[in-house]
Nanobody, 125 residues
Framework: QVQLVESGGGSVQTGGSLRLSCAAS????????MAWFRQAAGKEREGVAV???????NYADSVKGRFTISQDNAKATLYLQMNSLKPEDTAIYYC???????????????????WGQGTQVTVSS
């Protein structure tokens, strides 16, 4: 069955960096669009970054220039490099996968079929 397992979360100070990974299995990874979402306490889940099956990437305005999404198709692994972290980046980060993604819909959670369990990122000031 489909499995998405996130890792790499932790606690850092403002300005620090973290690299999240999401190991995927149970589906043809290269044919799927993949994304990172996050959910802070008391807030709705929000899209952070998406990499579509054709390679197109998109980012939430709040992370543009600081976060980079990438993947290794051979390893079926998704990454999120997070630099210049801010306290408002504190959240549980989830990876998600879907085979068919509507145009311009990569940052909307309702479009994704599969989800990981999440990894906590805490940024202290």
């Amino acid at each position: 069955q489909v499995q998405l397992v996130e890792s790499g979360g932790g606690s850092v100070q403002t300005g620090g960096s973290l690299r999240l990974s999401c190991a995927a299995s149970g589906f043809m990874y290269s044919a799927y669009s993949m994304a990172w979402f996050r959910q802070a306490a008391g807030k709705e889940r929000e899209g952070v970054a998406v990499i579509e099956s054709g390679g197109f990437t998109n980012y939430a305005d709040s992370v543009k220039g600081r976060f980079t999404i990438s993947q290794d198709n051979a390893k079926a692994t998704l990454y999120l490099q997070m630099n210049s972290l801010k306290p408002e980046d504190t959240a549980i980060y989830y990876c998600a996968a879907v085979k068919k993604l509507p145009v311009y819909a990569g940052l909307f959670a309702q479009n994704y079929a599969y989800w990981g369990q999440g990894t906590q990122v805490t940024v202290s000031s």
